[in-house]
């Protein structure tokens, strides 16, 4: 059977390169898909086969275009023959081509599977190729039968090269291909398509607005899935079933068995998490509640003491799935591991010292700001929410200030904010008189003291004024108290402004500012630049993921009536929480130096290493980051260095010039117009761009990422929700206040089951998988390119990276950093690279994926 119908040429000095195919055949979780297996071999013996053709990048044909010659068809050998293995593993055929020496070099490949089921493409490696060694193809792409495509899959080998510099004869190869994977923007897309698009977030449910396309509700693209319009409102798409979680992205895009295996093993597991606890609540004093902090850690008891060899699991092979219930580090289903923050003590978390820590080295160590003038005020329109100056005086903070008055603390640059007014304030009203959230908009002020630690002054807590929104607010100053009733005032004071900070970051910090950001990135590359690209080569690694996952928060976390609506204070409102703050998104800004610049916390010195100095020189989160961001940045600029060597070389490569355009207008087209946007026309915007992009789907995730079961495990800690107000002196809360200060606490932030809810969430999305890439890793570390420089200026990149990882441990050993563990003794590891040998997945608590993968 002919694949692609060569020509014969009568001249033709005809050699044999042999090759290897390295592919993982269609598998159900762990297990290989017997029934396409048997069909696969059935269509073997009728001479269906897998067919490849090599592809010259020398050569071209005169009657194709110029595009490059076509070699004689080659089978895979002898896959019929080959048992597969009960697990789904790797396996390697043989091929053999009949090659024309006159066709030059093999640049790229066809591929045509006969068979019934699609494959895994992993890698084609070719032996010998006369006059240039062993030639490899990195493919990791799933192959489908060919009746799925209107075109032929085609793989070029690992070699980079500009627009301009391609090889004629592969040129326009290159060009067919990215036409390909831009679709034609039209039709449902299925499982195999490979098309990247971009569509508005239409698809969270009939009662939520449009997010994108609109000055109310701008927000990024994320990938279009051609759903029919909803038959009740054309202007929303329909929605899958109930827990369907098959939602539409490029196949190549979707988890890899390994990884999917551990996500479902972990959420089967996390449900039974919360039934347990919640079928033991029956028998509790008050439904739906916690009767006591005792109560809240009933749902870790036992952790310790059942304990499984993992030896005892080795036999299992590869069912991951299985694993996944036993696993290596001991822990078992149905039982909460114990989170980080109460480790050690399990009241640690209600000091002050812990509470400030936290904004430095805990979940959301991204919001503080430098206070720059008092009293605090707002940048909300006076004309729609009136005045919103700060109702905190001196004399509420001066008393703890160790001797300073608020001038001079603001000269020195001792004072800082953590101020979620003016995020929280325009939907306020609506979230306490719709939902059955009773929240604040909050501020804290905190001192920077000798030591290095912060010290909390004083939080704010607003209502929207009872008359109207354009009355301002009313407000209520709470001051640090250790004893009695104000005690129990400001531990929920401190409960209150956890509250706003902990769905900041979910919505915000997290969601908006990683998933959500990166999405439109991810389709511009695979549509306007080639795998040939070398920005796409540097880029492509900090992608992986990143679409199934957030199909998957669109079809069950962000939706509505998802998980997020339940378990965080703007409840319903939630996305156009996040809405509101991507009209200040600024892409620029999101490199670490210049955000920590733009809160205050760091001014520019040329004279320090990273050309900045911080203002708290004991901030984990900042120190740690520069050294990751440094590590990131020398490396982007040696590789771009390696094929941009002038700026005009960036200007004429019009790929990268069309991937940028993209970007800008199509993929955050609601801010194509803002001026912030880099041009693209130097090499230095290349390089600070890329830098960015490589930070925040890397470093900046895994810091918003997998610090949320070590911190927010322990709900009390990081409560998300509020259900009453601050009980008011006279009032029957006000005497349960006194008599039963937790029993308060505990009524007032989030609820039993949202609570379990809320854990069973952030445990799934802090787990690190088996198949986790990490920064400075890569699939194919030795032939990812064929560019020796690229080669060698990755593999010092790995290296830097193990030197700062050297660095933040001993720096958390440091007794004189009291930031860096703090009062629950948890180290600050969420920056570090790599996770230990001994702990290579699960609730690590460190280690920088590549991606945002979760």
Not at 159 to 188: A, F
Request: contains cysteine; glycine residues 6%; negative net charge.
């Amino acid at each position: 059977m002919s694949c692609f119908g060569a020509k014969d040429d009568k001249d033709e000095k005809v050699i044999k390169i042999k090759g290897k195919v390295a592919l993982m055949k269609r598998n159900l979780l762990d297990f290989n898909d017997f029934g396409a297996s048997m069909l696969d071999r059935a269509h073997e013996l009728f001479g269906c086969k897998v067919c490849l053709q090599l592809i010259s990048s020398d050569v071209g044909d005169p009657e194709n275009e110029m595009r490059g010659k076509v070699g004689k068809e080659a089978y895979l050998e002898n896959w019929s023959c080959r048992i597969s293995p009960i697990t789904a593993e790797t396996v390697e055929f043989d091929v053999t081509f009949e090659w024309d020496e006159s066709f030059g070099h093999p640049g790229a490949f066809f591929i045509k599977n006969n068979h019934h089921g699609e494959f895994f493409l992993k890698t084609l490696i070719l032996e010998d190729v006369p006059g240039s060694g062993p030639a490899h193809f990195v493919c990791n792409s799933w192959v489908y039968p060919t009746k799925c495509y209107k075109y032929t899959r085609i793989f070029f080998v690992n070699q980079s090269y500009l627009t301009s510099s391609t090889p004629g004869s592969l040129r326009k190869y290159r060009e067919d291909e990215l036409k390909n994977l831009r679709g034609d923007g039209t039709g449902e897309l299925q499982t195999w398509d490979r098309v990247y698009d971009y569509a508005t977030y239409n698809d969270l449910g009939l009662n939520r607005p449009v997010l994108g396309g609109s000055k109310e509700y701008p927000y990024p693209r994320r990938v279009r899935t051609g759903r029919k319009p909803n038959p009740k409102d054309s202007t929303h798409e329909t929605r899958l079933c109930i827990l369907n979680i098959d939602i539409y992205c490029p196949r190549d895009e979707k988890f890899s068995r390994l990884k999917f295996s551990d996500f479902l093993a972990v959420s089967i597991k996390s449900l039974g998490q919360i039934l347990l606890p919640e079928i033991t609540g029956v028998c509790s004093k008050t439904c739906n509640e916690f009767d006591s902090f005792e109560d809240v850690l009933q749902i870790y008891n036992g952790w310790e003491k059942e304990r499984i060899d993992p030896n005892s699991l080795k036999s299992s092979g590869g069912f991951e799935l299985l694993k996944e219930f036993f696993r290596s580090d001991g822990e078992l289903p149905l039982k909460y591991p114990k989170a980080d923050v109460i480790q050690h003590d399990e009241f640690a978390w209600r000091s002050d010292e812990e509470f400030a820590r936290e904004m430095l080295a805990g979940l959301n160590p991204v919001a503080i700001t430098l206070l720059k003038e008092f009293p605090p005020t707002s940048k909300l329109d006076p004309a729609v929410y009136g005045d919103h100056t700060s109702s905190i005086t001196k004399e509420h903070i001066e008393p703890n200030m160790n001797g300073l008055t608020v001038t001079e603390a603001l000269e020195t640059h001792k004072l800082f904010i953590l101020d979620h007014n003016d995020e929280t304030i325009p939907y306020l009203k609506r979230i306490n008189g719709e939902t059955s959230t009773k929240c604040y908009g909050t501020r804290t002020i905190l001192l920077l003291q000798e030591d290095g630690t912060l010290k909390p002054l004083a939080i704010e807590l607003s209502l929207v004024h009872p008359d109207g929104e354009i009355h301002g607010a009313v407000n209520k100053v709470v001051t640090p108290t250790e004893a009695g009733v104000e005690g129990s005032i400001w531990q929920l004071a401190k409960a209150f402004a956890a509250v706003n900070d902990s769905s900041c970051h979910q919505l915000i910090s997290h969601w908006l500012m990683t998933h959500a950001a990166i999405e439109p990135f991810i389709i511009a590359t695979n549509r306007q630049l080639s795998a040939l690209h070398p920005i796409y080569k540097l880029l492509q690694p900090h992608f992986r993921d990143t679409m199934n996952i957030n199909g998957i928060a669109r079809e069950l976390l962000i939706s509505e009536g998802g998980y997020v609506e339940r378990i965080v204070f703007p409840a319903k409102y939630s996305m156009e929480f996040s809405s509101l703050a991507y009209k200040e998104w600024v892409f620029t800004d999101n490199s670490h130096p210049e955000e920590l610049i733009k809160r205050g916390i760091a001014v520019r010195d040329p004279s320090k290493p990273h050309g900045v100095r911080l203002l708290i020189e004991d901030y984990p989160y900042a120190v740690d980051g520069l050294e990751i961001w440094s590590a990131i940045d020398n490396w982007v600029r040696e590789y771009c260095s390696i094929y941009y060597p002038t700026d005009e070389s960036v200007q004429s490569d019009t790929e990268l010039q069309s991937w940028w355009e993209e970007v800008r207008t199509e993929g955050h087209g609601d801010l194509k117009d803002a001026t912030w946007w880099p041009k693209m026309q130097t090499i230095g915007e290349l390089t600070q761009s890329c830098s960015t992009i490589i930070w925040i789907a890397s470093a900046f995730h895994a810091a918003m990422n997998f610090g949320q079961y070590p911190y927010a495990g322990y709900h009390p800690n990081r409560p998300t929700m509020s259900r009453r107000f601050m009980p008011e002196p006279g009032t029957p809360e006000y005497e349960e206040l006194e008599k039963t200060p937790d029993v308060v606490y505990l009524k007032t932030i989030t609820s039993r089951f949202s609570s379990l809810l809320g854990i069973s969430l952030v445990e799934i999305l802090s787990r690190h998988s088996a198949d986790e890439i990490y920064l400075g890793q890569r699939e194919c570390p030795d032939y990812w390119t064929k560019d020796a420089a690229a080669l060698e200026a990755f593999k010092k990149f790995g290296q830097k990276l193990i030197e700062v990882e050297d660095k933040i441990m001993t720096m958390n050993n440091d007794e004189k950093l009291k930031n860096r563990t703090g009062p629950v003794k948890v180290p600050y590891t969420l920056l570090c690279p790599y996770n230990l040998p001994s702990f290579p997945m699960g609730l690590t608590g460190r280690g920088i994926p590549n991606s945002v993968s979760i």
